[in-house]
């Protein structure tokens, strides 16, 4: 079947149009559900004592005060836990070589960061909890500290888990075509060294869960602020000895996740044990500081890079060496290996050339573990990758764009297979920069820097092109002992009274996947938007599916959504022909009213068959189907990965006297392939950009030497606000995936992916009159005043 999409007259025509999102009054309205505001009878609320030191051995754990405080009604040690929940490893048998040490919901002998849970205290209410918490005593034997990515392997530097016999925890070299040679024979050759500031997601809700275990049925339910909620009830089951199917894991509303949500950790962990041990329902709610502490971090990163190009700019080879630092364990169970390895196969993405060499070397420290967070690897790629693409063009006295047009994979060159060995299906690179160009009005724009550089006034243009890794196939987690599906499911059904009810394996974390579901749904069946009912995130009523990541959402679980609509119309035609003496082919759905194909003529109102078939069924000829429900699941199976593109733009100015950068404009073209609610989609990449451009000029999680965590906390952590952030145009190239009927990729995390490349170039080519470059993330002004040799 087809559906000629670029017709915006056809029959209940929702997709690619901006429908507001179902949830938006209840939410404005303060109507949202989230996990703190469940309140179950007998519940029992959790704090955690926490390590001051980011290594030590633990002596002795005294918890006879603590007991004594009313309210108190358990405490347990890592030990005592250690008999309701098991370790784990997070290793994937596909990373040949990735290593990890067994992890604890709470440490049994030995701490390994600031902040590791130790002790859990279990009260009757969040405030005796942490009272007791503050009179348990623990004595600790401070042990070496490992802080340095680029010492971490050295032989004096001390094993964080000498059982695992180094910090190495992973390491990848790919290497394609002769690239010693083409360096050395090259042109051009241009060097540079990146660095990139931890950071973390900030979520407006922090990190929740709600365990309830009923001894009497065996049965855990969890109300968890999650992205994964079949995952995390696979995950519960293995590790709290239950059967999968008595496990039910409920994700309501979420306040912001970008990818911080859809980890094990292991004070959640801790907290469905123990309500399993104690049987009652017990709440862990993160505080900020906990959150900033324990929440993973990411793009611990710092590389050596070089391009070689020849004098007529073309890129003849890229090579990278890159470092990264992941805490003391790989995170469960998508691995800390992921972000390193993603860089190895993004770099060069948007270009066309032969040789290229990249290595991670991911290692452990003494800090909070790093792990996946919104655009895993992207920023840094494309950091890297466009930064070398500017200092080339800088080198060869050639403008910025002018080099990408010689460079960027030609629109028509596709399929194609970048020397990463990643397969491309189809890509839009020169039509999204025709359209920024065009957008941005860059001669223009060009001509206005000139001129105030001459009263001086320092302005920059930065480009940046990017490519997004989405709708990843069982390739990417489905080797080894990680259970992540990467498929996902939709159920619809239609109801007595016509309407329709969609339930959906992917959840909804604010993105607007209830308006796009319905949307999907709603053209598929022939019915008002308005009379779709979306359901998500309960373990026990939707169908299995991986959840929300990976920009996975419109991509799979709309074609999902799509296929089961088409499926359940189907159902309902067969019932129509039969009662209205006619052929199903000859009929439609439009606007909830059975209509003639050909005259567009209303001949039943939805209502009116569900109430023949749900109350008058003996009235139906025997043996007709009238099943009003239909089941759709939907995987990826021609590409590992589906691919989008883009490309942004910045401009900034910089004041060179104080090094404040103030942003004055950005852009972004990015093609998704089908753009199902454009309203929705734009503040996607609109969202993406903020925290790209967090990254690039703000945030950074600070340690010292001993591995404390100095700014956790909302004072000295800096985010973006409205009032830092430039208006943002956004624009469109629709290249749909042939892989689905839908034709969506994703677009989650494009924004995020370019934003920082985009900064970066636009305050380089502001700093250039004056001889200044920088390459460390988070732009600060103390970093840009030492460029230009002021500090």
């Known amino acids: 079947m087809t559906i000629n999409f670029g017709n915006p007259d056809r029959p209940n025509s929702y997709i690619g149009r901006t429908v507001p999102r179902p949830n938006a009054r209840r939410l404005v309205e303060g109507r949202g559900r989230y996990v703190d505001d469940i309140v179950l009878p007998r519940m029992l609320h959790v704090a955690f004592v926490r390590s001051p030191h980011a290594h030590a051995r633990i002596l002795s754990v005294d918890t006879q005060a603590a007991a004594s405080v009313r309210g108190v009604r358990r405490i347990f040690t890592g030990t005592e836990l250690a008999e309701h929940c098991t370790p784990w490893v997070a290793v994937l048998a596909h990373l040949k070589g990735l290593k990890s040490a067994p992890q604890h919901a709470l440490a049994i002998d030995r701490v390994a960061w600031t902040g590791e849970a130790v002790v859990a205290v279990v009260a009757d209410s969040r405030a005796a909890a942490e009272d007791g918490a503050a009179l348990v005593e623990v004595e600790y034997d401070p042990l070496p500290v490992v802080t340095d990515i680029r010492t971490a392997l050295d032989e004096e530097t001390p094993l964080i888990h000498p059982d695992l016999g180094d910090n190495l925890t992973f390491r990848r070299l790919h290497e394609q075509g002769e690239v010693d040679t083409v360096f050395a024979e090259a042109h051009t050759v241009v060097e540079a060294s990146f660095k990139t500031g931890r950071h973390t997601g900030v979520c407006l809700e922090p990190r929740s869960i709600l365990a309830d275990y009923n001894p009497a049925e065996g049965q855990m339910t969890v109300h968890h602020s999650t992205q994964a909620p079949h995952m995390m009830q696979s995950i519960i089951a293995r590790h709290l000895d239950l059967p999968e199917g008595k ?161 960027l994979i030609a629109d028509d060159a596709y399929p194609y297979t970048s020397p990463a060995n990643m397969r491309f299906e189809g890509l839009s690179h020169h039509a999204s920069l025709a359209k920024l160009l065009e957008l941005m009005d860059y001669e223009g724009l060009r001509a206005e820097q000139a001129a105030l550089r001459e009263k001086g006034i320092y302005r920059g243009i930065g480009i940046a092109s990017f490519i997004e890794l989405t709708n990843p196939s069982p390739f990417m987690y489905g080797i080894g002992g990680a259970r992540i599906s990467a498929q996902d499911g939709c159920t619809v059904r239609m109801d007595p009274d016509g309407s329709v009810v969609a339930m959906s394996g992917v959840t909804e974390q604010g993105q607007g996947t209830e308006a796009m579901l319905a949307q999907v749904v709603a053209e598929a069946v022939g019915v008002p938007v308005e009379r779709v009912k979306v359901i998500t995130g309960d373990t026990q009523t939707t169908p299995y599916g991986g959840g929300t990541w990976a920009s996975r959402g419109a991509g799979i679980g709309g074609e999902a959504a799509l296929q089961a609509g088409l499926a359940l119309k189907e159902s309902i035609l067969t019932v129509a022909a039969s009662m209205l003496q006619a052929s199903a082919e000859g009929l439609d759905i439009v606007d909830g009213e059975v209509t003639d194909k050909a005259t567009g003529e209303a001949r039943m109102p939805l209502e009116e068959l569900g109430r023949i078939v749900y109350f008058r069924g003996d009235t139906l000829p025997k043996g007709l189907p009238r099943e009003l429900v239909q089941t759709r699941h939907f995987i990826t199976s021609d590409y590992p990965f589906a691919f989008t593109n883009g490309v942004q733009a910045s401009y900034l100015e910089v004041d060179t006297e104080t090094g404040f950068v103030k942003l004055l404009k950005h852009w972004c073209v990015e093609d998704c392939g089908r753009v ?116």
């Open 247 to 407: 496990v039910r894991v409920i994700c309501g509303d979420v306040g912001g996740s970008y990818g911080i949500k859809v980890h094990v950790y292991p004070d959640e962990m801790a907290t469905a044990a123990i309500a399993k041990a104690m049987g009652r329902p017990v709440k862990f709610i993160a505080d900020r500081i906990e959150s900033f502490a324990t929440d993973i971090h990411a793009r611990d990163h710092e590389i050596d890079a070089r391009i070689a190009v020849d004098g007529e700019g073309k890129i003849l080879a890229i090579d990278v060496d890159d470092w990264t630092g992941i805490g003391p364990y790989s995170v469960y169970p998508r691995t800390s290996a992921i972000e390193g390895n993603q860089v190895v196969n993004l770099c060069g993405g948007p270009y066309d050339f032969a040789a290229y060499r990249a290595r991670t070397t991911v290692v452990l420290q003494n800090k909070t573990p790093t792990c996946q967070y919104r655009a895993v690897g992207h920023p840094i790629a494309a950091a890297i990758t466009e930064g070398l693409v500017d200092f080339a063009a800088e080198a060869l006295g050639m403008d910025p764009v002018e080099i990408r047009r010689r460079n």
């Open 676 to 791: 199902i609610n454009p309203r929705l989609v734009d503040e996607q990449i609109r969202g993406g950009i903020v925290q790209g451009i967090g990254g690039a000029l703000y945030e950074e999680c600070l340690y010292d030497e001993d591995g404390q965590l100095l700014n956790a906390n909302m004072a000295d952590y800096l985010v973006p606000m409205a009032a830092e952030m430039p208006d943002m145009v956004i624009g469109h190239v629709e290249t749909p995936t042939k892989e689905s009927l839908l034709g969506a990729k994703g677009a989650g995390e494009a924004g995020t992916a370019g934003a920082p490349a985009a900064v970066m170039n636009a305050i380089n080519d502001a700093l250039r009159p004056l001889g200044g470059r920088v390459t460390e993330m988070p732009f600060t002004p103390a970093r840009i005043l030492a460029a230009l040799g002021a500090v």
